[in-house]
């Protein structure tokens, strides 16, 4: 059941698509104190859901800022990363799911300040609150998603394996790309073109010399199996002569200061400005931009830098030389030296930048700050309703920013994480949060995007990433190579990626399943079996599908682990490519993965599709069934 609390809402966000009446006089599960929403836990109250946020499953003991932050070091202590979904599942004496639909920021206080409390501040108090109610931890999400509306859906060819590397600076660095992975037999379907494929970092032009024929050069990768997938950044390149920004001034599409003038911004072009993504005209009107690219036959893009992400701006810029050019000649001692030193830092994504400008939308004038969590939601469905009517076929589409509400439109990843052992963890444990608010075509950076990878980091990362929806190898401009072929050897990821591609049609009906049930493709252990209290505190295992329970091992190197299995189940073992299966019973197991070897268990048997170097080659109906 869903009851809907309505607190002055000045903003329709979008992401309910079911009209619910407000309720009124029934008490709310929250007690009302001084502008927070509180609830005193028992020791036994666990609380689930925040998205994407860092920590674990069980979000109890930490504090949350919902506000979309271009973040890369997604350590213990972050409290904001790119993605606000405010949704939590509370399961204690009283089990409930909240939304809370509020554009703004808002902070979740999960036991951080008082180990016992609850306590939920909006900076705002002006919102629509959803309380959800169910029979089940399950029921409750499905209850919720109903509200929220149907996922995304990707083309099949999406759950294929895909390679990218910010610094990719030219068509035959594509080409090498493909060449290597192609030659050592490694599957894959996709190459992402980051911003070295644009013309001076400008949306929707390629660099003439970089990219002389893209849409020659886009043909004869698809001809190869191989689909290019190019990114978007949400800033537009201030620059006279620029179409689209010539035509964006033209007709005010852009977000302006409080003067009225276009908000000026330094993001890769250098000075850019930000399209009204809240205002519809504007809206469509990027969106139509895509057809530059759709009509030199790209099929899927990734949208970036849309919290939106700001390195500064032309203000804050001017402000910040000239107070450094006043210490000119001045003996500065160490704590004005740090304060020089950080006059650049503090312009990055500052606050007062969000306060400064505005958008024009049919429901009025908002201040950005206030609406902040929308728009890089809001950039996805253009670039999703654009594309639907630009091509027959549903693209590929995923952003790094989002709201509840883009789970209807595209995917997301989760941005600039690190080569380190443990965000394998944290990319796992994300992965449930996401579920639960629609977000089920995700992934993260495999390999991590900050930072050094090794080999044995890689295949313990891709052995996880064999069942996200999203399956995709990323990395930093100047780190250290880190393509399947990078490291020498190639015939173990030979083996693992191939193992994705003979998972596809278990992993894709699964994920449609997902979809139509309004359910979530990666579950907490607690989630399928209640009563078992041993699964309630399991945080690192996850069952993925109907039938399948994953345990990866993300530590260095470890080569076995415990898992525990809550009923008695197969584990499957990949080892060389060949496949062996065994009986466990219910438990806990410690069970052996040397590196190469992919391990997981199944309560039923799955199909597993006959060995194939790309989606189009791979046969859906010819599988056999193992476990
Ligand atoms: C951002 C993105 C990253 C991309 C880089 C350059 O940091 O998160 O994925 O490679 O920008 O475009």
Redesign the pocket.
Known sequence: MIKRYDFSPFIHTGAVVKELPATEGTPLPFALFEQSFTLKMDKETRVFGLGETVRGINKRGWIYESFCTDE?FHTEDKRSVYGAHNFILVDGKERFGAFFDLPGRITFDLGYTDSDKIVITPERFALDLYIITGDSLKEIVGEFRSLIGKSYIPPLWAFGFGQSR?GYACQNDIESCADSYQQAGIPIDMIYL??DYMDSFKDFSVHPERFPDLKGFALKMKDRGIRLIP?I?AAVKKEKGYAVYDEGLEKGYFCKDENGNDYVVGV?PGKSVLPDFLNSEASRWFGMQYKALTDLGIEGFWN??NEPALFYSEKGLDHAIHSVQEMDGSRLDALSFFGARDTFARLQNAPDDYKSFYHNTPEGRFRHYDVHNLYGCKMTQSAYEALCELRDEPPLLFS?ASYIGAHRYGGVWT??NHAWWSHILQSLQQMPGLNMCGFLYSGS?IGG?NGNCTRDLLIRWMSFAVFTPLMRD?S??GTRSQEAFAFGDTEVFRHIIGLRYRLIPYLYSEFLKAVENDAMFFRPLVFDYEDDETAARIEDQLMVGESVMIAPIYRQNADARNVYLPEKMTQIRMHGGGISTVELCKGWHYVSVPLGDVVFFAKSPIPLAKPARNTSELDMEDVEYIG
């Open positions: 890369p910010w980051d911003i990114i950044d890769w970036d830098m790094r941005g600039d950076d995007f990323h930093a401009f």
